[in-house]
T-cell receptor, first 117, second 116 residues
Framework: GAVVSQHPSWVICKSGTSVKIECRSLDFQATTMFWYRQFPKQSLMLMATSNEGSKATYEQGVEKDKFLINHASLTLSTLTVTSAHPEDSSFYIC?????????????FGPGTRLTVT | GENVEQHPSTLSVQEGDSAVIKCTYSDSASNYFPWYKQELGKRPQLIIDIRSNVGEKKDQRIAVTLNKTAKHFSLHITETQPEDSAVYFCAASIRNSGGGADGLTFGKGTHLIIQP
C-alpha cells in the first residue's frame, strides 16, 4: 500500500513555457502532499505543503506565482512551473502523507526530471 | 526554521565493516527523525525512523540513536554489504499528537561507498 505516482517522469521544455507535474496517491487518500526539489548531487529542499481544498503553504524563498500548486482532490496534487527558465531544471519529487499500521509516514513519488532548454 | 547538518558527506568502508552517519538539528520542537536511502535517479526510500520519545531503535543491521539534549541523531549500519552503497539522508520534522507532520528538512546527504 501507499503508492505514489508522478507524471511525467521526465520532461524537456523550452524557456518561457509552463510545465505541469502531477502527483497521485494511488491506493490511499492524502489530505496533505509535499513538493520537494532536488538539484544534482544535492539534498531535497521542501518547496511547499499542499493541502486538499486550501491554498498551499510555500517555504521561504519559493515564489508562489512561479510554482503553482493545486490540490483539488484527495488523490491528486499538481505543480505547475510557469515561465520556466534553465535554472528551474531540477528533479521535482512529491510525497504524500499516509497513515499505515497506526503511524503517519511520508511516501515519495518517483520524481520528475525537468530540463529547461 | 529547522536546520539539519549531516556528516560526513562521503563515507567509504570495507564490506563487512560498520558505517556511522551523524546529524544534528536546530529546532528543539522537532520530534520525528527519519532516514532515507536514495539510489541514483530514484526516489528516497525510508529505511528507519525514530521519534523523540525513544532513544534508540534497531531493525536488523540498521539502528538509529537519538540524543534530544544534544540535538543529534545517528544512523548505524553493521555488516555492510555492496547493496548498501547509496546516498543516505537524515531528516527532521515536527509531528503533532494527531499524527500530522510538517514537511521534512533534510540533511545534505552522505554518499556511502562499500568497498568489496
Amino acid at each position: 500500500g501507499a503508492v505514489v505516482s508522478q507524471h511525467p517522469s521526465w520532461v524537456i521544455c523550452k524557456s518561457g513555457t509552463s510545465v505541469k507535474i502531477e502527483c497521485r496517491s494511488l491506493d490511499f487518500q492524502a489530505t496533505t502532499m509535499f513538493w520537494y526539489r532536488q538539484f544534482p548531487k544535492q539534498s531535497l529542499m521542501l518547496m511547499a505543503t499542499s493541502n486538499e481544498g486550501s491554498k498551499a503553504t510555500y517555504e521561504q524563498g519559493v515564489e508562489k506565482d512561479k510554482f503553482l500548486i493545486n490540490h483539488a482532490s484527495l488523490t491528486l496534487s499538481t505543480l505547475t512551473v510557469t515561465s520556466a527558465h534553465p535554472e528551474d531544471s531540477s528533479f521535482y519529487i512529491c510525497s504524500a502523507r499516509a497513515r499505515l499500521a497506526g503511524a503517519y509516514e511520508q511516501y515519495f513519488g518517483p520524481g520528475t526530471r525537468l530540463t529547461v532548454t | 526554521g529547522e536546520n539539519v547538518e549531516q556528516h560526513p558527506s562521503t563515507l567509504s568502508v570495507q564490506e563487512g565493516d560498520s558505517a556511522v552517519i551523524k546529524c544534528t538539528y536546530s529546532d528543539s520542537a522537532s520530534n520525528y527523525f527519519p532516514w532515507y536511502k536514495q539510489e541514483l535517479g530514484k526516489r528516497p526510500q525510508l529505511i528507519i525512523d525514530i521519534r523523540s520519545n525513544v532513544g534508540e531503535k534497531k531493525d536488523q543491521r540498521i539502528a538509529v540513536t537519538l540524543n534530544k539534549t544534544a540535538k543529534h541523531f545517528s544512523l548505524h549500519i553493521t555488516e555492510t554489504q555492496p547493496e548498501d552503497s547509496a546516498v543516505y539522508f537524515c531528516a527532521a520534522s515536527i509531528r503533532n499528537s494527531g499524527g500530522g507532520a510538517d514537511g521534512l528538512t533534510f540533511g545534505k546527504g552522505t554518499h556511502l561507498i562499500i568497498q568489496p
